[in-house]
């Protein structure tokens, strides 16, 4: 049963990481219920920033910045929800296979170009096109551990614009 457990959780002994990588992952391992409230509050988090920032984006003049930093933040938040299920080092693995790096790469990016032209560039055109940019690329990413999802959507979109 043990080595099912270890293999589901891909520890299967396969892999050359190292024994500090395996003694970090088991020092941080959590019980089930305390993961699934550790997600639970990430994802309730995330989705009361985005949910915040939307409502705060027609106040006149900050507006536009609060909701670029609130949105970014609740897609870090909910981003990192996903960690308590799976643990750090495997959502990143995870994160950085081949089907999903182009797309961690993209939201990624949008994110941290949300808070530049929020901040630095002080550009709200910008600052809200990244937002979408970055919720495109968060769907996107999310399809991807879902089954011939992104298959679907293609397919719909190309049924759509014929």
Same mark, same amino acid.
Do not use: H
């Given at each position: =049963?043990?080595?099912?457990?270890?293999?589901?959780? #891909?520890?299967?002994?396969?892999?050359?990481?190292?024994?500090?990588?395996?003694? $970090?992952?088991?020092?941080?391992?959590?019980?089930? +219920?305390?993961? =699934?409230?550790? *997600?639970? $509050?990430?994802?309730? /988090?995330?989705?009361?920033?985005?949910? @915040? #920032?939307?409502?705060?984006?027609?106040?006149? !003049?900050? +507006?536009?910045?609060?909701?670029?930093?609130?949105?970014? /933040?609740?897609?870090?938040?909910?981003?990192?929800?996903?960690?308590?299920?799976?643990?750090?080092?495997?959502?990143?693995? !995870?994160?950085? $296979?081949?089907? !999903?790096?182009?797309?961690?790469?993209?939201? @990624?990016?949008? /994110?941290?170009?949300?808070?530049?032209?929020? *901040? %630095? %560039?002080?550009?709200? #055109?910008?600052? @809200?096109?990244?937002?979408?940019?970055? *919720?495109?690329?968060?769907?996107?990413?999310?399809?991807?551990?879902?089954?011939?999802?992104?298959?679907?959507? =293609?397919?719909?979109?190309?049924?759509?614009?014929?």
């Amino acid at each position: =049963m043990d080595k099912l457990k270890k293999v589901l959780s #891909g520890q299967d002994g396969n892999n050359d990481d190292g024994d500090i990588l395996q003694a $970090a992952n088991q020092a941080s391992t959590l019980g089930w +219920g305390t993961r =699934m409230k550790g *997600f639970i $509050a990430c994802f309730v /988090l995330g989705v009361l920033c985005s949910i @915040l #920032g939307t409502c705060l984006l027609w106040i006149p !003049r900050v +507006g536009l910045i609060l909701f670029a930093v609130l949105y970014t /933040l609740g897609n870090v938040a909910s981003l990192c929800s996903t960690m308590f299920l799976m643990g750090p080092l495997n959502q990143l693995k !995870r994160m950085c $296979a081949k089907e !999903r790096a182009l797309a961690t790469a993209i939201m @990624l990016t949008c /994110l941290v170009l949300t808070m530049c032209s929020a *901040f %630095w %560039w002080k550009n709200n #055109g910008l600052a @809200l096109l990244f937002c979408i940019l970055q *919720f495109l690329a968060f769907a996107w990413y999310g399809l991807s551990y879902i089954p011939f999802a992104r298959d679907a959507v =293609m397919k719909a979109f190309s049924v759509c614009l014929k």
